[in-house]
């Protein structure tokens, strides 16, 4: 790999980093606001549920599947083609995806008590015997119906992203989800106030920050010069190939989605806030997950598309190995340091308005659980793409199906004694057991297996993140501390204990002997 590749591609990863940092914040921000106006009650049970489903759908059909399987064929017609084959690829996945997701979009909206059943069994069985907990099923159907839209838009904003992306325009789709935050900001702050349900508010906002995500987009993609009318193309060669590669990668790439779905059914049958807690807890990891991973996996797919692995087997590797390096190394300490200062963190984001101190120990127990697989569910999202490259979306598949099962033995095992924690540790389990195999099959067909070398930097990197959670968890102050002291204090402790943990942990790794060359290709 030359230097300009090599520097194109850290380039990359730092705009596409730095453009989902921004979004994160704004998420917090969104989190923060919809903490405070609904709290861990039933309101905010149902609205998570609502949320989830489309959500559930979109990283199986949109940011998952379909990402997955349309970048390696539109690099290829890209590299091979003409434009006009180009034009034509586009054209015929934008008209088909959209035809599908449009159908599965009203479907959805019309089936909404069936979904609402099937994903809150315990709500609707609530519902069948009459018993309190059946006003649940009935408000969810309701907001269900009204997020559902929200699918076909953001579909569609995936498909846009993936271009972009392709043509090496990283930070506009790394800041596009900023658009949905803000509109769900300013639909708390200016709308829910004056409603007596602001869940439902919510639920509109969802599809209102959809719609203007896409729209946000549209620009930037018509100065490519290469979007036409969409088309239903379902036997278009390439819309072929991607349609294949898609049916398998629905399930490939989604375990960790499919995992959190078993978890929703099953905490629909503890007490009200379950959904809640984890959701909470779920949304602290999706920050290192969204900021990192997703950054460097997102610009190391094209990267290892144009990669001929038959005659440039070690440049792949190193491709990977560098992913894996990267990843590991912001992953690390980013998992060790929300076991540190797990109920701070909690305190100060959500702690205010309708989100009380019970609330914040009851999340702070699922967010321990949950963070224990983070660095295998972003180490994930990097091994995936080894295969992805190579249009191999089969074994992933086999990965996640093993997953999926293992996910579910973790629940029986764990539900009975830890209730929603135990949900919580059984994703983050089931999470190593992927990634495990996905090393495994990686091995097993001769594409990447982690070097020495790198296994000796992944141990120099958990027992610099050790240290550091040790030393900040032991001079953190208890959590009756923490609640008595007034927000912007908390906010100072918190930044003093963040900012001095990302100091041991970079003074431990230098004493170890981790240098920048290391994170070179």
């Known amino acids: 790999m030359n230097k300009t590749r090599k520097s194109g591609l850290l380039r990359s990863g730092i705009i596409t980093a730095s453009a989902t940092f921004l979004s994160r914040i704004l998420g917090m921000v969104r989190d923060i606001a919809i903490a405070s106006v609904l709290g861990a009650n039933l309101s905010a049970d149902i609205f998570f549920f609502a949320n989830r489903i489309p959500n559930f759908f979109r990283r199986l059909f949109a940011e998952g599947a379909f990402a997955q399987s349309f970048v390696p064929v539109m690099t290829k ?30 479907l959805g909206m019309l089936l909404s008590p069936v979904l609402t ?8 069985q609530a519902h069948l015997n009459g018993e309190a907990d059946g006003v649940k ?9 009204i997020t559902f839209p929200y699918l076909f838009f953001i579909t569609l904003t995936a498909l846009t992203s993936s271009v972009l992306n392709v043509f090496g325009r990283f930070g506009v789709p790394a800041i596009t989800p900023c658009i949905l935050n803000l509109t769900l900001i300013a639909f708390v702050l200016l709308i829910a106030p004056h409603t007596g349900e602001p869940n439902k508010v919510l639920a509109y906002g969802m599809v209102v920050g959809g719609i203007l995500q896409l729209l946000f987009q549209l620009p930037f993609v018509f100065n490519l010069k290469l979007i036409t009318r969409p088309k239903w193309g379902w036997k278009h060669p390439g819309v072929s190939t991607i349609r294949k590669l898609m049916i398998p990668a629905v399930i490939g790439v989604s375990a960790s989605q499919l995992n959190l779905f078993i978890n929703t059914v099953l905490a629909s049958f503890l007490a009200t806030g379950a959904i809640s807690y984890l959701y909470y807890s779920d949304r602290l990891l999706e920050f290192p997950i969204g900021i990192f991973a997703v950054a460097i996996s997102t610009v190391i797919l094209p990267a290892l598309s144009h990669v001929d692995i038959r005659t440039q087997k070690k440049r792949y590797r190193n491709t990977l190995d560098w992913g894996v390096r990267l990843v590991l190394l912001l992953g690390i300490p980013s998992m060790c340091g929300m076991i540190a200062l797990r109920e701070p963190m909690l305190r100060v984001i959500f702690m205010r308005g309708a989100f009380t101190e019970e609330n914040v120990l009851l999340s702070s127990a699922s967010l321990l659980a949950s963070v224990s697989g983070l660095c295998a569910i972003m180490l994930v999202r990097v091994l995936v793409q080894g295969f992805a490259a190579l249009q191999d979306t089969r074994t992933p598949v086999r990965c996640s199906i093993t997953s999926i099962v293992f996910n579910i033995v973790f629940n029986l095992i764990f539900i009975v004694p830890l209730g929603y924690v135990g949900l919580a540790l059984s994703t983050a389990l089931a999470a190593y057991v992927n990634a495990g195999m996905l090393l495994y099959y ?3 067909k001769d594409i990447y297996i982690i070097s020495r070398h790198t296994l000796l930097f992944i141990a120099r990197l958990a ?20 609640t008595t002291m007034s927000t912007m204090t908390a906010i100072v402790y918190l930044a003093g204990f963040i900012a001095a943990g990302a100091v041991i942990y970079g003074v431990m790794i230098v004493l170890l002997g981790v240098r920048p060359r290391t994170l070179k290709l």
Do not use: H, N
């Open 137 to 145: 099923f009935e408000q969810a159907s309701v907001l269900l119906r």
């Open 463 to 482: 027992v610099s993140g050790a240290v550091m959670c040790l030393c900040i968890r032991y001079t953190s102050p208890d959590f009756t501390e923490w």
């Open 77 to 106: 017609t890209k590299q091979q083609g003409s434009e006009s084959e180009l034009k034509d690829l586009i054209a015929k996945s934008a008209g088909t995806l959209g035809g599908i997701v449009l159908g599965i979009t009203i």
């Open 117 to 124: 059943a099937l994903f809150g069994w315990g709500w609707f």
């Open 442 to 444: 990686l091995w097993k």
